[in-house]
Structure formats: structure tokens, C-alpha cells
């Protein structure tokens, strides 16, 4: 059984730009959360998915936005980039609402420069 | 992989020895309570967890002790091996059917052999 991937896996990007990440979950998970993780801040919710509504959203600004398809796969999406977003940025899946059988993928190492 | 936590509580310990990890949650109201495991340059990778419902879980060489008066969580490792080596958090699900978790600072495990 797969696990959760995350593409790409390390990503480069110019203040400024903006940037799309990809989740793929757990075949048959339909929740989808995203998460930050930097050495300063530890890991820090951004949002929920399932069903392709979000249900729940982190304090974070407008600049971060998801969404999410039909086949449970997710997007999140980073505008106007600044230095302060460079970060792992995690996604975690699970069978339905509900945290439990939460599964984190490896994550998309992002750095802005 | 770059480190996924800076000026983290460390322990250190030797080969053989047990391990206690301890963690205090913020929400009284949590229902469910996580911990993880994360290695350099991964996601974080899921030990066991328990239900506010109960005040102990075992698995194999991990046991969670939950004790909901104090709001405090601890991960006991028995014969700890350098394998053990990397960060551990714990997590609590503060609003029950979301898929939302709250995360602590992380405690970093370094094992000598």
C-alpha cells in the first residue's frame, strides 16, 4: 500500500514567485491536512480538506491557499513568496474525519531565496 | 537532511536503557493524543497513540502514559537503540471529527552506543 507522497521533494523558488505543491493521499483516505514545519515555529496546522471543502483552516495569511479534488488529491499554494516561507511543508491523510490513522508524507522542503 | 528542530530538549541515553519522553498538552477537551516520530529529512512517522478515555497503551518496547488531571503525556521507549535516535512529538487532536493536530516543541532522542 502506497503511502502518502508529496511532490516535488525539494524546491527552489525567488522572492516574490509563488508555488504549488502537490499530496497525493493514501488510496481510499479522504482527508487531507497540510502543515509547516520550521526549526523556530515547530510543525503549524494550515488546513483541512475532505471532500473537497476545507474544514478548517490555520493562522496563516491569505498568501496560503489549497484546495482539493475529486480523488482526494490536494494542492497548496504559496503567492508572493517571502524569505519566512522557506520550511518543510508536510501533508498527513486519513480514512475520514478525524485524526486518527493520521499519515504524514516526507515533504516538500521549500526554500526561498 | 537539513535538522528538523533547533535548541530542542535533548536526551540523551545509552544503548539498553529505557527511555521516558514527556510532553504537556494544552486543551483539556482533547480527545486524542499522538506521538511521532521524525528523522532527519522525513515526515513524521507515527508510534502509537490513545484515546482520552484511557491511561495507558502499550506496543511493542513503547508504552504512552496519558494522566488527563495534569494534562500530561509521556512516551516510555524500553531498550532504546541508536535506531531510536530523532525527534519526538507529541500531538493532541483538539477538535474532535477534525483532522487538525496540535503539536508540541518536539524532544530530540540521541542514543549512544
New interface residues.
Partial sequence: KAG?TQTPRYLIKTRGQQVTLSCSPISGHR???W?Q?T??Q????LF?Y?SETQ??KGNFPGRFSGRQFSNSRSEMNVSTLELGDSA?Y?C?S?LS????G??????T?LTVV | G?????HLPTLSVQEGDNSIINCAYSNSASD?F?W?KQES??????II?IRSNMDKRQGQRVTVLLNKTVKHLSLQIAATQPGDSAVY?C?E?Q????????????TMLLVSP
Fill in positions: 502518502v482527508s487531507v491536512s502543515y514545519q526549526p523556530g515547530g510543525l503549524q496546522f483541512e475532505f474544514r478548517n518543510l508536510l498527513a486519513s474525519q478525524g485524526a486518527y493520521y499519515t504524514f508524507g516526507s515533504g522542503r | 537539513e535538522s528538523v528542530g533547533l486524542y499522538i511521532y529529512g522525513k515526515g513524521p512517522q507515527f497513540d512529538f500531538a487532536n477538535k474532535s471529527g477534525y483532522s487538525t493536530l496540535t503539536f508540541g516543541k518536539g
